[in-house]
């Protein structure tokens, strides 16, 4: 990586189904302002930007009178991208994180590969699977999008839980905590933590 080049993105995505606008920063304080139309989304995002200290600026509007999956995808979709374009040529980073996070009586784990590389394994299974109106089930299609776009190699493991609302929050928790880890420099990586010579 560049020595003083900012690692952040700016992304616009327009749809007939939403409109988005995003800036992140991967070498942030945690800072965010956020804003899709769910609230619970909007809480899980604030958690992901403070977790993984990015800086992250979303306004999202979306077609949530049809249904909130376009939104959330699309968010996903756009969070990814800003992502891989922040990320540069991935020079000096550690490349490999990962987290266990307890939430109360839930438990998740979560590990990434930030290798350019797309792939999810999402295995999450709860008996309640809203929190209020928000179907927990929207969750993996927002971390699917977040992986492809962002190119990771993405394993989220809900180990136990009962509250969805736990169990969501643990496992953005630790995405961000994961990806924080697996994003940051390494001083001792001077090139790309690779033999194949590209992500």
């Given at each position: 990586?560049?020595?003083?080049?900012?690692?952040?993105?700016?992304?616009?995505?327009?749809?007939?189904?939403?409109?988005?606008?995003?800036?992140?920063?991967?070498?942030?304080?945690?800072?965010?302002?956020?804003?899709?139309?769910?609230?619970?989304?909007?809480?899980?995002?604030?958690?992901?930007?403070?977790?993984?200290?990015?800086?992250?600026?979303?306004?999202?509007?979306?077609?949530?009178?049809?249904?909130?999956?376009?939104?959330?995808?699309?968010?996903?979709?756009?969070l990814g991208q800003a992502i891989r374009e922040a990320l540069g040529d991935a020079r000096g980073i550690y490349r490999y994180g990962t987290?266990?996070?307890?939430?109360?009586?839930?438990?998740?784990?979560?590990?990434?590969?930030?290798?350019?590389?797309?792939?999810?394994?999402?295995?999450?299974?709860?008996?309640?699977?809203?929190?209020?109106?928000?179907?927990?089930?929207?969750?993996?299609?927002?971390?699917?999008?977040?992986?492809?776009?962002?190119?990771?190699?993405?394993?989220?493991?809900?180990?136990?839980?009962?509250?969805?609302?736990?169990?969501?929050?643990?496992?953005?928790?630790?995405?961000?905590?994961?990806?924080?880890?697996?994003?940051?420099?390494?001083?001792?990586?001077?090139?790309?933590?690779?033999?194949?010579?590209?992500?």
């Amino acid at each position: 990586m560049s020595e003083n080049r900012a690692r952040k993105a700016t992304i616009e995505r327009k749809t007939r189904e939403t409109e988005i606008r995003l800036d992140f920063n991967i070498d942030g304080s945690g800072s965010y302002d956020v804003s899709t139309g769910v609230a619970f989304f909007d809480h899980m995002l604030e958690s992901f930007a403070k977790h993984g200290l990015f800086d992250l600026q979303l306004q999202a509007k979306g077609d949530l009178d049809v249904d909130l999956h376009h939104t959330i995808e699309d968010v996903g979709i756009v969070l990814g991208q800003a992502i891989r374009e922040a990320l540069g040529d991935a020079r000096g980073i550690y490349r490999y994180g990962t987290q266990v996070l307890p939430m109360a009586e839930s438990k998740a784990e979560v590990s990434v590969d930030v290798s350019n590389r797309a792939f999810l394994v999402y295995n999450v299974s709860l008996k309640n699977d809203r929190v209020g109106s928000f179907d927990v089930s929207l969750v993996e299609d927002f971390a699917y999008a977040l992986a492809q776009n962002a190119g990771l190699d993405l394993h989220i493991n809900l180990v136990y839980g009962q509250s969805p609302h736990h169990a969501v929050e643990a496992i953005f928790k630790g995405m961000a905590r994961s990806l924080r880890q697996a994003l940051e420099i390494d001083p001792r990586q001077t090139g790309l933590p690779t033999v194949k010579g590209a992500l």
